[in-house]
């Protein structure tokens, strides 16, 4: 109960980990409350308003809002609601002729166009309809090529990045802990066995290997998080194993099997609470792993499938931008993977430091 108190005093006094851990913490708020922070809450931020692609941030435009008809709302806290709207970004309007034109956004000053009565309730007055239905909207961080809200996408996307982490490192732990324990506590042909196959996997570089599960799975949304998993094992299994092998030759290991206790309750109750320390630290690491291979298989298309936002299938959309004057496209979801790996990898190394982890 002692160690508690020290190591939070240790982490505290560590700068840059308290702020990594903090922006960590940030992140996971943002991705739960995802749909509720976004400026666009429709599902996967899919509100695509494509006359106004590409534009910088702090873009201001008039939406004119047409609510679709004989479609009830759906919301979900956590998947966001159904588009509710039609919506059509517009210059400007006006009455003519007891009906409704518009100027859609982008065109020349002199054109308007019949606003569609069927868009328009019955027995509506049509001034009120347009006070109500148009609203001037703003673009934090611009629009993506298609018109999106950039900010809710990378928002939205955060959710797959902090969840591919989670699940992957949990695959991996829960593969690697268990083979690397048997291997290290059993040793001889049991050993032999599970470090061949180790070997044969460490020797398939790790993103082929991740390509080569995804094909076999298919590609979509949770695929992805098993075949991450599936191919970060490898490190688990090989400290597990490493501490295990050291560990067993121990006096109250020894002790454990003069008093009769069987393998699975000294492996499991004597043997892996001591491993929690340096497998917290190797998981922050592979969590920042993770996260570069999804964005890497986003990047190739056979990451999450769209419409879901992944921030490495926007840098794969929009990197030709790079070139176009418009950089800040792909920057922007290149900055957050950067500063989310960059958290998780300086958190490791102040873990490694206040657990006093000896490699």
Request: hydrophobic share 50%; net charge neutral.
């Amino acid at each position: 109960m002692a160690q508690g108190p020290s190591v939070f005093s240790r982490l505290s006094k560590n700068t840059l980990g308290l702020l990594s851990f903090a922006w960590i913490v940030l992140l996971a708020f943002v991705a739960v409350f995802a749909y509720q922070l976004a400026p666009d809450a429709s599902k996967n931020a899919n509100q695509m308003h494509l006359s106004i692609h590409s534009q910088p941030p702090g873009f201001e435009v008039q939406l004119l809002r047409l609510p679709l008809l004989g479609e009830a709302e759906e919301t979900d806290f956590f998947g966001g609601s159904s588009i509710r709207y039609d919506e059509v970004p517009i210059s400007d309007w006006r009455f003519r002729e007891g009906r409704i034109e518009i100027q859609p956004y982008g065109r020349r000053a002199s054109y308007y166009e019949p606003l569609d009565p069927n868009r328009i309730p019955p027995d509506q007055d049509l001034a009120e309809f347009m006070d109500a239905q148009v609203v001037t909207q703003r673009f934090i961080l611009g629009t993506d090529k298609y018109g999106r809200d950039l900010l809710s996408r990378l928002i939205i996307g955060s959710r797959v990045s902090l969840a591919i982490g989670f699940v992957a490192v949990f695959i991996s732990l829960l593969i690697g802990v268990v083979l690397g324990a048997v291997a290290g506590y059993f040793g001889g042909r049991v050993d032999a066995a599970i470090m061949g196959l180790i070997n044969i996997v460490w020797s398939i570089p790790t993103l082929l290997l991740v390509i080569a599960i995804t094909l076999v799975l298919g590609r979509g949304f949770w695929q992805v998080f098993i075949a991450v998993g599936l191919s970060m094992w490898v490190e688990v299994a090989r400290l597990v194993r490493g501490q295990v092998m050291g560990l067993k030759e121990r006096t109250f290991i020894q002790a454990a099997h003069t008093l009769g206790f069987s393998n699975g309750t000294i492996i499991f109750k004597h043997l892996l609470p001591l491993l929690v320390a340096p497998l917290i630290v190797l998981s922050a690491a592979n969590f920042a792993s993770a996260i570069l291979i999804e964005s890497g298989l986003s990047f190739l298309g056979i990451g999450a499938q769209p419409p879901i936002p992944s921030w490495g299938g926007m840098i794969k959309d929009h990197f030709r931008y790079l070139l176009l004057g418009k950089p800040y496209l792909a920057i922007l979801p290149g900055l957050c993977i950067m500063l989310l790996v960059l958290a998780f990898m300086t958190l490791g190394n102040s873990l490694r430091d206040a657990l006093d982890v000896k490699n």
